[in-house]
């Protein structure tokens, strides 16, 4: 391989659409747990500098302030990147969505998104409460309509079935966000039920939870972290999300990217098979069986019980007022 | 199981005013009168109804063992049985894991000198483990309940999707059941589980001769990752007793959350084609209540149900309200460590 001075993460097409993103994409969500706001600048100038075009982020993680961190970190670089943020209805009206987005540009010091994205898409109900007059769909039809973002789509982690039921609304999505990795491909699969549909509508396809969330399974050993990420990034997909709260794990991720090679078949299905026994209950995706990895925001709104115990609840119950349409934001 | 998370959802609903009131209020305010002690006197026996097909017959509703153990004290646990059997209650359920065996223990005590008078029912506890584990379990079972035979034993909580194959797995609990069967220490034979019809229907796909089969039915499973359409029919047309649970969601949730009343919730569950349905009762307020419905039992009609689904479905969509279906809360202790899941501390939801 050429040795080029600055190394390169490869692009990939969009789905559809006229634009590429990189293979590795950066999770916004962990940039939270950076130690303070110049650590977080600091790894995203990084991520851009190795490579890293595809930058993801969400409305309601840590209360605002991946966004605001990530805004910061993006100055002067917003071109350079393909800018992702999501809003959090939850089966909520399309004015809320339109005032989340007003919020997140905002904090994300830009005017415009690249990818807007209808967050955690759960439960059973999310598809009609989504379609409905006055629901989300409106205001992705609208944002778009109005140049404030280029492509629209939704994400979730709990059932295949939910995301297929999206599909079937008929709004036409240019993106769909899911969790990929070897586990998923034995257990609930998203991969084997989901995957084939996007490719086949050439909706761009974003892989996330490529290490199951946290990272259970190369901490107990059953894969590494090249294996995962390797197999996720190989799968027929836009890009791969995958959350970075340090220099050590982007340094890590920009290395295994940089260095990309897909697995074959072979590999792929050796990994599988090497997985398949830990994945038939599910303990490393509990993202799919658990409400443990949805927000505050979305329990809320569909009246499910608060775990008082999860950081971002106890953010939220710290927060001095709620008045819940939408959080007010809280200062940093 | 106490439950922390619902006073401060409550409490945090209220500062948030999030979503505001249920368009189901009225079942609130119906359940709240039914408090009121100007009851008449209770008369007449909970009816019978066939128990599958296996000859006999079992009261329409049926003690709840897990709640036996969360009763105040051992007499109080007493009481409750006793007047339970005075009223025509003959099914009583518990399980190995029930409060570390409080619950078949009191069940056991209070059962002295009726026995025969009952049907008794437990389950074992293997979680994926062996024959040798189940057998020991069923030893340990008896004891507790003072018996030498169950007329029902049941593998419990079948909630992880790898159960079904653990089970039928070679020396798996499966083995256990004919063996115990066999042996003449129990009479029937069955599974339960509460999280997803497809688990159920890949349990019975191995066509193993269960006698009974016990699920979740309740108004908002009509309508949500529902047993009553998929796995209730297929239970019928084998001729295997179906026993309900959860009929109020588990913990009362949809009393609580205002979409139907006891009464309504208890009655919809008890008019399904089920042997029995099952009750938890851990204070005699609960039992006057249930008997109260289950005394008087008039079945719902087909429309009377289908209103209630109709009624139900909204609120039933997310599976707020059936937890135990779209949550671990529900999922016992013993089942998370054979799973390697984490403890209810860690993963609560």
């Not at chain 1, 982020?57 to 910061?72: D, L, P, S």
């Not at chain 2, 959802?9 to 368009?23: D, E, Q």
Request: aromatic share 8%; proline share 5%.
């Amino acid at each position: 391989m050429p040795q080029s001075p600055r190394p390169t993460i490869p692009l990939r097409q969009f789905g559809r659409a006229d634009a590429q993103v990189s293979v590795l994409g950066f999770g916004g969500h962990h940039l939270g747990e950076a130690p303070d706001e110049k650590t977080a600048v600091e790894i995203v100038h990084q991520a851009v500098d190795g490579g890293i075009t595809f930058f993801d982020n969400c409305w309601e993680y840590r209360r605002g302030k991946t966004e605001i961190w990530m805004g910061a970190g993006l100055k002067g670089l917003r071109d350079k990147v393909f800018l992702m943020t999501k809003a959090c209805p939850h089966g909520r009206d399309a004015d809320l969505a339109l005032s989340m987005l007003e919020e997140s540009l905002r904090r994300l010091q830009t005017d415009h998104l690249d990818l807007w994205q209808v967050h955690g898409m759960a439960f059973d109900n999310d598809p009609e409460l989504f379609i409905r007059p006055k629901g989300a769909a409106e205001a992705l039809e609208k944002a778009k309509k109005e140049g404030k973002v280029r492509f629209v789509g939704f994400t979730g982690h709990h059932h295949a079935k939910v995301h297929l039921a999206m599909l079937q609304t008929g709004f036409p999505f240019d993106a769909v966000q899911m969790p990929l990795n070897a586990f998923d491909a034995n257990f609930k699969s998203f991969e084997r039920q989901v995957l084939p549909e996007l490719n086949k509508r050439g909706i761009a396809a974003l892989g996330m939870k490529p290490l199951n969330g946290h990272g259970e399974a190369i901490k107990n050993g059953v894969v590494t972290a090249e294996e995962a990420l390797r197999y996720a990034m190989s799968l027929p997909v836009a890009t791969t999300i995958t959350g970075i709260d340090s220099l050590e794990v982007l340094h890590q991720n920009l290395q295994i990217a940089q260095n990309f090679r897909p697995f074959s078949e072979l590999e792929m299905q050796e990994l599988r098979d090497r997985c398949q026994q830990d994945a038939a209950d599910g303990r490393y995706e509990l993202y799919k069986l658990s409400l443990k990895f949805d927000n505050p925001e979305a329990r809320l709104a569909h009246d499910f019980p608060l775990d008082t115990q999860q950081s971002e609840v106890k953010d939220m119950l710290g927060a001095q007022q709620n008045t819940g349409h939408p959080f007010p934001e809280k200062q940093f | 199981m106490t439950d922390a998370f619902e006073w401060d959802r409550r409490k945090f609903i209220k500062t948030a005013a999030i979503l505001g009131a249920s368009p189901l209020v009225s079942g609130g305010t119906m359940a709240q009168q039914q408090s009121n002690s100007s009851e008449p006197e209770l008369s007449g026996r909970v009816p019978r109804k066939p128990f599958g097909r296996t000859g006999i017959e079992v009261s329409a509703m049926a003690l709840g063992g897990y709640h036996l153990g969360s009763a105040e004290t051992d007499l109080a646990a007493n009481e409750i049985v006793a007047k339970a059997i005075d009223y025509g209650i003959n099914f009583f359920d518990n399980a190995w894991e029930y409060h570390d065996g409080l619950s078949e223990e009191r069940l056991g005590k209070a059962l002295k000198g009726k026995r025969n008078q009952v049907i008794v029912m437990t389950k074992v506890c293997t979680h994926g483990r062996e024959k040798k584990t189940a057998m020991r379990m069923l030893e340990e079972s008896l004891r507790r309940l003072q018996t030498d035979h169950l007329d029902v034993w049941q593998i419990h909580e079948v909630v992880y999707e790898n159960d079904p194959d653990l089970i039928f797995a070679q020396n798996g609990a499966a083995e256990a059941l004919l063996a115990a069967k066999q042996q003449g220490k129990v009479r029937f034979i069955g599974f339960t589980g509460h999280k997803d019809p497809e688990i159920h229907l890949r349990m019975l796909s191995h066509d193993f001769p269960f006698d009974t089969i016990q699920m979740p039915l309740n108004c908002c499973d009509a309508t949500f990752r529902s047993f009553e359409t998929q796995v209730l029919p297929e239970a019928n047309r084998r001729g295997m007793a179906a026993l309900g649970m959860k009929s109020l969601g588990g913990s009362g949730e949809l009393v609580k959350f205002g979409a139907v009343t006891a009464e309504q919730g208890l009655r919809y569950a008890m008019s399904l084609p089920v042997a029995t349905t099952i009750s938890g009762i851990d204070n005699m307020q609960v039992l006057d209540q249930n008997l109260r419905v289950a005394v008087n039992f008039r079945p719902l009609d087909a429309f009377e149900m289908q209103s209630l689904r109709d009624h139900c479905r909204p609120t039933a969509a997310d599976g707020h309200l059936e937890l135990f279906k779209m949550t671990t809360k529900y999922d016992g202790k013993i089942g998370r460590e054979q799973h390697h899941f984490p403890t209810a501390e860690q993963l609560p939801l």
